[in-house]
């Protein structure tokens, strides 16, 4: 049992120091290090550094690094490329400052859906809509709330195809495609939004007389003559993306040989645990060719642009990489067999419900989506894989609850997307967290839950 206590302790201590600020990639081999010493196995330490851990941690680099790397290089391009602003500006001006919160939602899901960062998405969306916010007299505190709504949530983890990597880790332990559950996706993805923007309308409409407020930081500065492409032009990237992926899985794929996987030399790997990966890395190394082709004289240098967005690639690969890592070691002691039976027993007998309690427990704790999801689906993916052959469970549903399970508890106040969406929009925690926490928190996790009791009635 001491060693159940020293996995919890830390998971705790992970918890409150990422919430510090302390780099979880000197954090996770040191917290899994502290519960092998506390589970009595002290003189494995070595081994479970160099052979578990890091194990854990190339194995999750070598599978999803050319997905964080083809999409940071298209968030920076779409960014500097002016394509980002030029898709926000337009859909702002068409909606209007009465509909100032639909407007700062549907530009942050377009372009979260295409494959661009939330942070890109924050960085590109933030000026226009302070900017409406207050030619509209609207409280500023409110604007993080609609990125939050737009980039954190329902385009993220819900859509089917959409291109975050939310919606890609599920398929390679279920054999699933990014399409995976359509139905089930667009309608929770519809219900969070609409719930989303109906609590920041009310809440905008309860704060009647407060005003845009005064003495804020981080104003957005008026850029003028800025040479921006036209809307058409601007999305024509991410319709790459869609339309690319969705050939490439549906068309492209099938009559490709891959029969060559079943050599030794290639794992043997079955195409089902790749198509997700494969379909991404082509449409977004598709998307990247046309954005760089359609801006190509806007950019002051396509070279620097393309060199940014590989070298900010690295954080978020290592991060996520580094907790995955976390959750190997976790998972190798013998205590976590007792962990394992808790989150199986949360809902006996409901693979459903206990994957959605399981992804968001651990998307919590670590404040990653990413981290969460990869953690739960590393030590529990292949029992929930027989859980759902078991109880005769489609593993689209799986697939797609794991993705939305992940956007949940992730944006507690020590999520990092939360921190720097706060920072780039000049406001604190005081100010604006509580309106996050309903549209990228509570909802999101109520609708899960929901939906994953409404199909469990259905085996």
């Excluded at 302070?130 to 385009?155: S, Y």
């Excluded at 060199?307 to 190798?332: C, K, R, W």
Aim: net charge positive; proline share 5%.
């Amino acid at each position: 049992m001491i060693g159940v206590y020293g996995i919890l302790l830390s998971l705790l201590l992970l918890m409150f120091f990422a919430y510090r600020g302390v780099s979880v990639i000197i954090l996770a081999p040191l917290l899994a290090l502290l519960a092998v010493i506390i589970a009595g196995e002290s003189h494995t330490l070595l081994g479970v550094y160099t052979e578990v851990f890091m194990t854990g941690v190339v194995g999750f680099i070598k599978k999803y690094f050319p997905i964080f790397l083809l999409g940071a290089v298209f968030g920076k391009l779409m960014q500097d490329s002016g394509s980002a602003r030029a898709i926000a500006q337009t859909i702002l001006a068409r909606l209007g400052k009465k509909h100032a919160a639909l407007s700062i939602v549907l530009a942050c899901a377009i372009l979260t859906y295409g494959g661009v960062s939330a942070f890109v998405v924050a960085f590109a969306v933030y000026p226009l809509a302070a900017a409406m916010f207050r030619e509209a007299d609207m409280p500023k505190r409110f604007v993080p709330a609609a990125i939050a709504l737009g980039a954190f949530t329902f385009t993220m983890t819900c859509l089917p195809g959409t291109a975050q990597i939310h919606n890609i880790i599920p398929t390679s332990y279920f054999g699933t495609t990014i399409y995976a559950a359509p139905v089930v996706g667009l309608i929770s993805g519809l219900v969070i939004m609409v719930l989303g923007l109906t609590w920041i309308n009310r809440s905008i409409r309860a704060s009647a007389g407060e005003g845009y407020g005064s003495g804020h930081s981080q104003e957005p500065e008026h850029t003028p003559g800025e040479s921006l492409p036209g809307f058409w032009v601007a999305i024509l990237p991410i319709v790459t993306v869609m339309v690319v992926s969705f050939v490439f899985t549906k068309y492209w794929l099938p009559q490709m040989d891959t029969a060559y996987l079943s050599d030794p030399k290639f794992g043997p790997t079955p195409v089902s645990k790749v198509q997700g990966i494969w379909s991404m890395i082509v449409s977004l190394f598709a998307a990247n060719i046309v954005v760089a082709a359609l801006n190509f004289r806007r950019f002051k240098s396509l070279n620097r642009s393309v060199t940014a967005g590989a070298l900010g690639s690295m954080l978020p690969t290592f991060n996520t990489g580094s907790e995955v890592g976390y959750g190997v070691t976790i998972a190798s002691l013998a205590a976590f067999a007792i962990v394992k039976e808790a989150v199986l027993n949360v809902a006996p007998g409901n693979p459903l419900l206990s994957e959605v309690v399981a992804v968001n427990v651990l998307a919590g704790i670590t404040g990653s989506a990413s981290g969460g999801l990869s953690i739960a689906l590393e030590a529990l993916g292949d029992t929930y894989l027989q859980l759902a052959q078991q109880y005769h469970i489609p593993l689209e549903w799986m697939h797609r609850l794991a993705s939305m399970a992940s956007g949940g508890f992730d944006t507690l106040p020590h999520n990092g997307a939360v921190i720097t969406l706060l920072t780039i929009c000049g406001l604190t925690h005081r100010q604006s967290y509580k309106d996050i926490a309903v549209v990228s928190l509570l909802i999101p996790v109520v609708v899960t839950l929901l939906v994953a009791f409404v199909l469990s009635l259905q085996f």
